[in-house]
């Protein structure tokens, strides 16, 4: 179990290249099982849930292999259509491979992704829209098993809320299912507009990605692709917070501006100066943060869920009081027990937290209980007095690629024991 130790205080400087997006590469490596051949995943972070995916795609017959920052993909020999509880649960988004599996096999036999750390995450909407598409769901102790004996057969489809991972499913079997299928109130994330370039290199025929209707109508069967994934938007929101916390003036580069609209604006209203060019983003924070104006996470191109907790921790500090109310997961503050360990002033009632700035946040021993939450901690602690040890790294270590040497290379005096 990795921890890490940070000695706070230190001013950061430099230039970061953000890593590619982690949930671009989840559905992009589950829709290499529908290009049959070989796939070249350029800008493949990483990750431990990347392996997580590698493992499922090798035990579904899959070669996966890596070559520097490529992960090479052969689906020409898939043979499964089951994926075991032991590798559902490694990964909550494994249940990405449904769709796909159910393209490629018109089978697919899984377990529910599990109890949550976020809250109960169900996948009523991914089953249902499946349902609508043509498949024969049994649902028992835990398991699922789904057939599309006759093939999948396109649908028109309305998501009652726009769901990523319902919406990626949806388009994944639908792909290379018989006929068109209408997609109203679809996720609009870019990390699903990316998923379907790479799909649409492939041969699909998707119209609408990332918009709220999508279209698609389905095809045969998808080629092998090269495809680059986009950059992560939530590790470079976590890299502006790490300058907001500290004072600092940082470059990132390799950044899409308008992925980043909704997190740059808050950071704007709390005083820090934001400059895009050619691709690099450079930001440069006051000394103290003004208040944030109240961040309300909301599907794209709403403030993301997934950088509530770093930009809490910047907001920590800041010179007076923040509000955050969380609108997409129910338990998305567990990261607010621990911060106040280290000095921040929180009051959390239901879904919305107050965050009173304090002068000063304190080194202190501190638990990491998921993702985001963990990034956080480790922001906060750049900033603290004194030192933090933060357990739980095996959380950061699913979405965030080598965090501790991108911050140690910006001058954090960080390490993992
Ligand atoms: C994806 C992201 C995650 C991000 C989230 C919201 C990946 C791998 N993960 O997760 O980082 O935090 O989007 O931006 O891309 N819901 C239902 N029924 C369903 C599906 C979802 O009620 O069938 C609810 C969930 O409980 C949650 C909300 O919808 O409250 C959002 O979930 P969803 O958009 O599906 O998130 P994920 O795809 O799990």
Redesign the pocket.
């Known amino acids: 179990m990795s921890r890490f130790i940070v000695s706070g205080g230190n001013k950061l400087s430099g230039s970061a290249t953000v890593q590619g997006a982690k949930?671009s590469i989840?559905p992009v490596l589950s829709a290499a099982l529908l290009c049959e051949g070989e796939n070249v995943l350029f800008n493949c972070p990483r990750l431990s849930d990347v392996s997580a995916a590698a493992r499922i795609l090798r035990y579904l017959g899959c070669e996966v292999k890596r070559e520097g920052s490529a992960v090479l993909v052969n689906s020409e020999s898939v043979n499964g259509a089951e994926i075991p509880d032991s590798l559902m649960r490694e990964m909550r988004?494994s249940i990405?491979f449904l769709g796909s599996l159910l393209g490629r096999r018109k089978k697919a036999v899984l377990t529910f992704p599990g109890g949550c750390e976020l809250g109960?995450?169900?996948?009523?909407?991914?089953l249902k829209a499946l349902k609508s598409l043509g498949v024969k769901i049994r649902e028992s102790r835990g398991a699922i098993e789904c057939t599309a004996p006759d093939g999948l057969k396109g649908a028109k489809i309305a998501l009652s809320?726009p769901?990523?991972?319902?919406t990626e499913n949806i388009i994944l079997a639908a792909v290379t299912a018989q006929g068109t299928t209408t997609l109203t109130n679809a996720?609009r994330?870019p990390?699903i507009a990316d998923l379907c370039e790479m799909l649409n290199k492939a041969g699909a025929r998707i119209y609408g990605a990332g918009e709220g209707v999508v279209v698609i109508d389905g095809v045969k069967s998808l080629k092998a692709v090269e495809h680059t994934v986009i950059p992560d938007r939530i590790v470079a929101a976590t890299i502006m917070s790490a300058a907001a916390v500290t004072g600092s003036e940082l470059m990132l580069e390799g950044v899409i501006q308008s992925h980043l609209n909704a997190v740059t604006s808050v950071f704007e209203d709390s005083g820090c100066d934001i400059k895009f060019d050619c691709g690099n983003l450079l930001i440069k924070a006051p000394e103290r943060l003004k208040p944030l104006p109240v961040v309300r996470t909301m599907?794209y191109p709403g403030f993301?869920?997934?950088a509530q907790a770093v930009m809490m921790s910047a907001a920590c500090a800041a010179d007076g009081a923040s509000v955050f109310v969380e609108n997409?997961?129910?338990d998305r503050f567990k990261h607010v027990s621990e911060l106040t360990r280290m000095g921040a002033d929180i009051k959390v009632e239901n879904r919305v937290a107050v965050v009173n700035g304090v002068k000063k946040l304190y080194g202190a021993e501190v638990r990491a209980r998921d993702l985001r939450g963990a990034a956080a901690l480790v922001t906060a602690a750049l900033a603290a007095e004194g030192e933090t040890t933060i357990d739980g790294i095996c959380y950061l270590d699913r979405g965030y690629e080598d965090f501790e040497l991108v911050l140690g290379s910006l001058g954090a005096d960080i390490k993992r024991i």
């Open positions: 949930n989840l988004g990405i109960p995450r169900p996948i009523d909407l991914h809320f769901s990523v991972g319902a996720a994330e990390e599907p993301p869920t997934d997409i997961f129910e």
